[in-house]
T-cell receptor
């Protein structure tokens, strides 16, 4: 199903610390998940993806964890930088090729 | 990489007028494009699926006569907001599928209806 968030949760971290952003998804049959970063006034930017046959995937400074048992995704950002400040969305691939977005989390990095 | 553009990037119109937003896949062909709407501090909500050469499929609660979608070619989909009202003010984002599990987003269009 689709998620609507009236108020974005906010995560505030110190520069250099690690960030963990969490997301719950709705469809246990979903087989593909993506994390997006969205800066103010811009479209979503792809960060990292993971298929349902994996439970962990690493990129540059980012790691995605997938727990299918509880339908939970997390995005870990190592050594968070001010440029990482943005809103982060998880998305699951829908049956029609569309993306179903989670509520989003605003990450604020303090220098 | 695959690039999707939107035009205009922002538009201000008067209540009752119509506005057309274009979505183009610049370096690939897309048989399917999607239109999303995003209100402030909220997530992206799918409005409709645009298929080249056929009628768009609208999500529940989205008025097809108000939000006209035309996917006239493999690289262009347009969204026309007819008789716009202030409550239609939002950030409209399109995306295009290039293949299996490949979806690319446009930069968005900020619509303000006064």
């Amino acid at each position: 199903g689709e998620s609507v968030g009236l108020h974005l949760p906010t995560l505030s971290v110190q520069e250099g610390d690690n960030s963990i952003i969490n997301c719950a998804y709705s469809n246990s049959a979903s087989d593909y998940f993506i994390w997006y970063k969205q800066e103010s006034g811009k479209g979503p930017q792809f960060i990292i993806d993971i298929r349902s046959n994996m439970d962990k995937r690493q990129g540059q400074r980012v790691t995605v964890l997938l727990n299918k048992t509880v339908k939970h995704l997390s995005l870990q950002i190592a050594a968070t930088q001010p440029g990482d400040s943005a809103v982060y969305f998880c998305a699951e691939w829908g049956s029609q090729g569309n993306l179903i977005f989670g509520k989003g989390t605003k990450l604020s990095v303090k220098p | 990489g695959a690039v999707v553009s939107q035009h205009p990037s922002w538009v201000i119109c008067k209540s009752g007028t119509s506005v057309k937003i274009e979505c183009r896949s610049l370096d690939f062909q897309a048989t399917t494009m999607f239109w999303y709407r995003q209100f402030p501090k909220q997530s992206l909500m799918l409005m409709a699926t645009s298929n080249e050469g056929s009628k768009a499929t609208y999500e529940q609660g989205v008025e097809k006569d108000k939000f006209l979608i035309n996917h006239a070619s493999l690289t262009l989909s347009t969204l026309t907001v007819t008789s716009a009202h202030p409550e239609d003010s939002s950030f409209y984002i399109c995306s295009a599928n290039r293949g299996s599990y490949e979806q690319y987003f446009g930069p968005g269009t900020r619509l303000t209806v006064t």
